[in-house]
């Protein structure tokens, strides 16, 4: 059974249960280079199971998901209120064709996009993190909100790539 709006909100900000979500923001596309720098191409594109992502898809993955921060945060805190499109994120990898991108590539777009993210949080002022949008299907959400929503969704799919990646190392 497919999680509601809410379940999923409560799934991805217990990953960071207490920790500083920009903290994690800040150190996630080092460690995604960690894990997957010793793998090969044939390994960062080998699905773990049917109908599961593979490492690959999970990089191109957090690049566009970075790119729709990116656009949210920018619409959010220059129009405080705007509503906000939800994306399917399955059929994003299948029109863009998650499993034939370049996992480098994929992860050099995610730490650009991180990095350019990050530089804009911290150069606007701290008042307009309560700035909000109005998700179509989880309702309003504030840039602290999002920042923190950011930051467990980095911790999913690093706890995903690390699981894969033993896998692939036997380890």
């Known amino acids: 059974m497919k999680e509601t709006p ?14 500083n979500p920009l903290k994690i923001q800040r150190t996630t596309a080092k460690k995604l280079d960690k894990i997957t720098s010793r793998l090969s191409q044939k390994q960062l594109k080998k699905r773990p199971a049917p109908g599961k992502w593979s490492i690959a898809e999970i990089l191109a ?6 790119l729709v921060a990116s656009w949210r945060m920018r619409l959010i805190l220059a129009n405080n209120g705007t509503p906000i499109q939800g994306f ?16 480098r590539h994929s992860l050099k777009a995610f730490r650009i996009l991180r990095e350019s993210n990050l530089l804009l949080l911290e150069t ?48």
């Open 124 to 171: 606007v002022p701290r008042k307009l993190w309560e700035n909000h949008g109005m998700h179509s299907e989880r309702g309003k959400e504030t840039i602290a909100h999002m920042v923190r929503l950011f930051a467990g969704h980095d911790v999913n799919h690093l706890k995903q790539v690390k699981m894969i990646a033993k896998g692939q190392n036997g380890k």
């Open 61 to 66: 993955h957090l690049a566009d998901a970075e």
């Open 88 to 103: 399917d994120q399955d059929a994003w990898a299948t029109t863009f064709r998650y499993e034939d991108k370049d996992p």
């Open 6 to 19: 809410q379940q999923y909100v409560d799934r991805i900000l217990g990953n960071i249960d207490g920790q």
